[in-house]
């Protein structure tokens, strides 16, 4: 079965320093990966993917990640934060040869921006 | 484009009482999906609909049933609401399995 680990339940930083946010995962087969962000009070937003071809990754907000399949990692980096960089961070992973296609979700990562 | 939309957006309910959320997408994606978010336990799939006309259990269905109405909508409902459903339920879909899925706001749900 898959599963997928965050392995800093909060990451504190100040405003204009680089940060990474760390996603393991596991898995036998092929897999697409996912980061999401969630804001307070609202849903969750894509903000990258990775189904195939170049291993990094750039998403929105200056975001990238990039996937390593020897490591099965698929970290997200930005090199400088800004305040409104303040949220919760998901990785999940899907199957695409599973029934259902469903995303498996790490418990979070949330990003503190201090001035 | 509304993309995914759910209603109510915040509901109490006694226990006992039953509830439907509503769910619609308009991006004509196959695949729907509803899960609830708990403080410190992630987000839990509850039931998902990979195309329309088929609904399977998630990782945490008790107490839930399920209607893909048709392509667009997807409803949960809660016969009997117990305080162990207080929860925020998010609505998603995807255009296939196992693509990225977008999600609705939410509905933050309080069972007394």
């Known amino acids: 079965a898959q599963s997928v680990t965050q392995l800093d339940s909060q990451v504190p930083v100040f405003e204009e320093a680089p940060v990474e946010l760390r996603c393991n995962y596991s898995?036998?087969?092929?897999?697409?990966l996912f980061w999401y962000v969630q804001y307070p009070n609202q849903g969750l937003q894509l903000l990258l993917k990775?189904?195939?071809?170049?291993?990094l990754v750039k998403g929105i907000n200056g975001f990238e990640a990039e996937f390593n399949k020897s490591q099965t990692s698929f970290h997200l980096r930005k090199p400088s934060v800004h305040i409104s960089d303040t949220a919760e961070y998901f990785c999940?992973?899907?199957?695409?040869?599973?029934?259902?296609?469903?995303?498996?979700f790490g418990q979070g990562t949330e990003l503190s921006v201090k001035p | 484009n509304a993309g995914v939309t759910q209603t109510p957006k915040f509901q109490v309910l006694k226990t006992g009482q039953s509830m439907t959320l509503q769910c619609a997408q308009d991006m004509n994606h196959n695949s729907m999906y509803w899960y609830r978010q708990d403080p410190g336990m992630g987000l839990r799939l509850i039931y998902y609909?990979?195309?329309?006309?088929?609904?399977d259990k998630g990782e945490v269905p008790n107490g839930y049933n399920v209607s893909r109405l048709n392509k667009r909508e997807f409803s949960l409902r809660l016969e009997s609401a117990a305080p162990s459903q207080t929860s925020v339920y998010f609505c998603?879909?995807?255009?296939?399995?196992?693509?990225?899925?977008?999600f609705g706001p939410g509905t933050r749900l309080t069972v007394t």
């Open positions: 990775y189904l195939s071809g170049s291993t």
């Open positions: 998603a879909s995807a255009p296939e399995p196992s693509y990225e899925q977008y």
């Open positions: 898995s036998s087969v092929s897999v697409y």
């Open positions: 999940a992973v899907s199957d695409p040869r599973a029934r259902g296609g469903k995303l498996i």
């Open positions: 609909s990979a195309s329309e006309g088929t609904t």
